[in-house]
């Protein structure tokens, strides 16, 4: 059986990305609802619907878990697609608990889409782990639009990151926290602007090993005579078109790139 991978654009690929690496003898499925991205700036009944859609597909593809690689979809929806089927889904939240685990004292930058910041689950993330009010949030939603557009750095993207960024003494921060799938992509031009002092914090490799904890508590991770494989999918349709297959390969070369950033 496969593994799911959702996500409401290319974000998603950068959990893929690092699964791909520790579990090599699975066979993934990539949903990217390229039809319906950005989910960010839409209404919570219109992601809700989205995802309930993107659920009926997946669960026809022969799947044993579903990893939900986007904070929007999992701030709106997880719960209920969790009370509708019996199959592990793993969510993503932004990793702002990882953050203040490392440096409790200094502040740290949440950045994500505008329905995760103002959600009630990022209202109750906050109220559990920021006993010391150290967490601040920022919506960066052009840096979707970026993404999908295969604009990963340069003049447009800097000058968006440079004044979005200008109202915070970033010297007072030890951690900017990717909250969006799809901020990994621009690392680099963060890092232009960013101290060295403030680390990069995403929820890949927790979201990956929570996914691993469920498949082995049910014994169904892969054995190793199988061989990995990734079919990709764009709202529901299989991508075998060569140009949208070489902007998938676009993505997963800038994830090479920014991996250890
Ligand atoms: N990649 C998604 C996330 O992690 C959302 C991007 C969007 O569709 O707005 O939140």
């Known amino acids: 059986m496969k593994i799911a991978f959702f996500d409401s654009g290319l974000g998603g690929l950068s959990v893929l990305h690092h699964a ?10 990539f949903y990217a609802d390229e039809t ?7 209404t919570r009944a219109e992601v809700e619907s989205f995802v309930a859609e993107a659920f009926e597909f997946l669960l026809k593809q022969d799947v044993k878990a579903i990893v939900v690689a986007c904070n929007t979809a999992t701030s709106v929806a997880v719960p209920a697609m969790r009370a509708r089927y019996d199959l592990p889904i793993i969510g993503m939240e932004p990793a702002a608990k990882k953050a203040l685990a490392l440096d409790p004292v200094h502040r740290v930058l949440v950045t994500a889409t ?48 440079r004044k979005a960024l200008a109202p915070y003494q970033l010297e007072d921060y030890s951690a900017l926290v990717l909250g969006c799938t799809h901020f990994n992509y621009f690392k680099p031009a963060f890092r232009r602007i960013l101290p060295e002092s403030v680390r990069f914090i995403d929820g890949n490799e927790g979201t990956v090993a929570q996914l691993i904890r469920k498949l082995k508590e049910r014994g169904e991770l892969a054995g190793e005579e199988q061989e990995q494989t990734v079919e990709y999918f764009y709202s529901g349709e299989r991508v075998t078109e060569e140009k949208e297959l070489e902007r998938i390969e676009m993505c997963n070369r800038q994830l090479d790139k920014v991996y250890e950033l």
Do not use: C, S, W
């Open 20 to 29: 791909r690496r520790v579990l090599p003898h699975e066979q993934f499925v």
């Open 36 to 42: 319906h991205v950005p989910y960010g700036t839409k």
């Open 114 to 161: 505008p329905i995760t910041v103002a959600g009630e689950k990022m209202e109750h993330l906050i109220e559990r782990v920021d006993h010391e009010h150290l967490v601040d949030r920022l919506a960066l939603p052009e840096l979707v639009t970026f993404a999908e557009n295969m604009v990963f750095d340069g003049p447009e993207v800097e000058a968006y990151l």
